[in-house]
């Protein structure tokens, strides 16, 4: 819907209806909607601007079913002024995204939160399965980040892709080869690896992060290899010394806010050494240390993560048995502006992952098992009951736009079949590293086998 000269404009099929407004805005009393009966009310009779207007306002579900009625409509959706004006001016729909093994499936939002008579319990929609171009290739999904309506997700055999749900179009990342033993150092082994996806708004860029953490057991020294994926070069990078510390949670992916991924790490590998908050600055690609709330956690024995929640930065402090606070940064950067949103007991732990249409209530992850609602106002918990999901979940939230994984100028033919041709390659090398592994692994075996059939045929030979 959308204003003009005085009217309110609907699509309405290939048309619009149109209602009069008087001349303070409002509607004029018995109007009626006047329909695309009237040739001036045909789309194609309509300025553009307003068309583009009306069409922003829409849901991506409709502007995909719309795209497939006209030529010029498709021209107009897949146009990078609209797509951009599009996310600007839509008032979106959000899914939660929960991945199960090779699987991901997918709950729309917002979830109830009107409770069913005499119960603390409401069941909610099927979660629906949801297709994704790395389903055929791999065991296991990883969730790796998403902004503007873009996934990231990456497979057991380390394919990675910028994927639109809504859109189902994706982008292959170039490979990226396994980090070697860093520093030469023969005692250092690998020990874990974090990816973060963000947005750098400066040269209107999508970039990736792969942090890998190696560690000597013996001395407890840890060193960091920092590589840097950007969409507009569509090459990796590395950053050299430049994350002096050590992940303290080897499966939580960075957390974009402000134009920065974030993690909780340490300084040094010693359990009285305190968590911290490290931003890495996706323009600046630098990091920095992020202020921390009062909350009394002088020594650090307590444990900290971090999460979005409502577009502010969130740290969840788990006091052992005791609770759980969850505190926001309502100005991102300002210490003064940290706030405890709320305290927990009773539960081992808990995520964020929004907000209710009112503001009033939380929806929160519970022991990465059950998702509830918590108020707020009177701290009552209200379990959802959703049939389908995983029995272990790990949900991201994803925004429903049209934004492509790739730059807004590339052609999709050509990136298609680039894509293609870089994934058979892939595979291929996949496939054939791991026969090598089993002939390796069976060769001691192939040798004494292949002699005694050998032997064993001479000596029949020589009975006979």
Request: glycine share 6%.
């Amino acid at each position: 819907m959308a204003r003009g000269d005085n009217n309110i404009y609907v699509l309405h099929g290939r048309g619009i209806k149109m209602m009069e407004l008087n001349s303070k805005g409002a509607v004029i009393q018995n109007a009626e909607w006047k329909t695309d009966r009237n040739p001036n009310l045909k789309m194609e009779n309509l300025p553009e601007e307003l068309i583009s207007e009306i069409l922003s306002r829409s849901d991506v579900k409709s502007l995909l079913q719309l795209r497939s009625t006209c030529r010029s409509l498709r021209s107009l959706i897949d146009s990078p002024f609209f797509i951009l004006y599009h996310l600007n001016n839509a008032t979106h729909s959000h899914t939660i995204i929960f991945p199960r093994r090779s699987d991901l499936f997918q709950l729309p939002l917002p979830l109830p939160l009107h409770l069913h008579s005499h119960s603390h319990t409401h069941t909610h929609s099927i979660a629906r399965h949801l297709s994704h171009p790395l389903i055929s290739s791999s065991k296991f999904i990883n969730l790796l980040g998403s902004f503007n309506g873009l996934f990231c997700i990456s497979s057991d055999s380390e394919d990675i892709i910028f994927w639109n749900p809504s859109t189902r179009k994706h982008k292959l990342l170039p490979y990226l080869p396994e980090d070697e033993n860093n520093h030469n150092n023969y005692f250092t082994i690998f020990a874990a690896r974090v990816y973060g996806f963000g947005f750098d708004s400066v040269t209107d860029d999508y970039k990736l992060v792969r942090i890998s953490y190696f560690v000597d057991p013996s001395t407890r020294h840890f060193n960091t290899d920092v590589k840097l994926y950007s969409l507009r070069n569509n090459a990796w990078k590395t950053l050299p010394n430049i994350m002096p510390y050590a992940l303290c949670f080897a499966r939580t992916m960075g957390v974009f806010v402000g134009g920065a991924l974030h993690w909780v790490v340490t300084r040094r590998l010693q359990p009285d050494e305190p968590d911290l908050i490290v931003a890495f600055d996706l323009v600046q690609e630098s990091f920095r240390e992020v202020p921390l709330p009062e909350t009394g956690n002088v020594n650090g024995i307590y444990g900290m993560e971090v999460v979005l929640l409502g577009g502010c930065l969130c740290m969840i402090e788990t006091r052992g048995s005791e609770s759980i606070d969850v505190w926001v940064m309502k100005e991102y950067g300002s210490r003064e502006s940290w706030s405890k949103l709320l305290s927990l007991t009773d539960m081992k732990s808990v995520k964020p992952l929004g907000y209710s249409r009112d503001g009033g209530q939380v929806l929160l992850e519970k022991n990465r098992k059950k998702l509830c609602w918590y108020d707020l106002k009177t701290k009552q918990v209200t379990y959802v009951n959703v049939p389908g999901l995983p029995n272990s979940i790990a949900g991201m939230i994803c925004m429903e736009t049209l934004v492509p994984p790739t730059l807004l100028h590339e052609s999709d033919s050509q990136q298609q079949n680039l894509e293609e041709e870089t994934y058979a390659k892939r595979r291929y090398r996949f496939h054939y590293l791991y026969r090598s592994f089993l002939l390796f692994e069976w060769y001691p075996l192939i040798i004494p086998m292949y002699c005694v059939i050998l032997f064993g045929s001479a000596f029949v030979f020589t009975l006979t």
